[in-house]
């Protein structure tokens, strides 16, 4: 049980277009999912934290506006990298936990190569 | 606030031998803790955790950790390393529901293991 998937697992994208990362939770009811950062050889960076049916909550220094997240349904969250330049390049990895669990439990990751 | 402090950001040990993997947190509440592994390009596979149950927590593929509170320490322990066993460990500590369940993680540890 617990298993969480992300879609797609690996992108390439040209600097400028946007990028929608989704992120679902298959075997379970998550009501909150989290979205973390992994840059090459280091840890994960929290970016944002969303709750099903109300706003994402950021970190400090995330920008809400390239960031687009929406976590419309128990079993679904997404990020939208906006007008994404060389610089998003990264690991984007979600989880899926809260109600009843204390445990976040982690999708596989994507790849974001921006050209 | 939470902190986690991982001894070690590589250990290297030989197959059959012994594995520790060292960990101290820091909690202003009493802390759920959590080891994850990650292999490459992948996302975190949760191995263990503690939730204020007993301290002596047995997890998957061999491992195990006790938590310490007088030493702050959660270390994670297997008794015979396996070449498998060679990935990025990171240990993690939440407040609770109190906290939405936020995971602060530490900088990770990566284990090789040689033949």
């Known amino acids: 049980g617990a298993v969480v998937s992300q879609h797609p697992s690996r992108v390439i994208c040209k600097s400028g277009t946007s990028v929608k990362i989704e992120c679902r939770s298959l075997?379970?009811?998550?009501?909150?999912m989290f979205w973390y950062r992994q840059f090459p050889k280091q840890s994960l960076m929290l970016m944002a934290t969303?709750?099903?049916?109300?706003?994402?909550?950021?970190e400090q220094g995330v920008e809400k506006d390239k960031f687009l997240i929406n976590h419309a349904s128990l079993t679904l969250s997404t990020l939208t990298v906006t007008s994404a330049h060389p610089e998003d390049s990264s690991f984007y990895i979600c989880?899926?936990?809260?109600?009843?669990?204390?445990?976040?439990?982690f999708g596989p990751g994507t790849r974001l190569t921006v050209l | 606030a939470q902190s986690v402090t991982q001894l070690g950001s590589h250990v290297s040990v030989s197959e059959g031998a012994l594995v520790l993997l060292r960990c101290n947190y820091s909690?202003?509440?009493?802390?759920?803790l959590f080891w994850y592994v990650q292999y490459p390009n992948q996302g975190l596979q949760l191995l263990l955790k503690?939730?204020?149950?007993?301290?002596l927590v047995k997890g998957i593929n061999g491992f195990e950790a006790e938590f310490k509170k007088s030493e702050t320490s959660f270390h994670l322990t297997k008794p015979s390393a396996h070449m498998s066993d060679a990935a990025e460990y990171f240990c993690?500590?939440?407040?609770?529901?109190?906290?939405?369940?936020?995971?602060?993680f530490g900088k990770g540890t990566l284990l090789t293991v040689n033949p």
């Open positions: 075997d379970f009811q998550a009501t909150t």
């Open positions: 993690a500590v939440s407040g609770g529901k109190g906290s939405n369940y936020k995971l602060t």
């Open positions: 969303s709750n099903e049916g109300s706003k994402a909550t950021y």
């Open positions: 989880s899926a936990g809260g109600g009843f669990s204390d445990t976040q439990y």
């Open positions: 503690y939730t204020s149950a007993a301290t």
């Open positions: 909690s202003s509440v009493p802390p759920y």
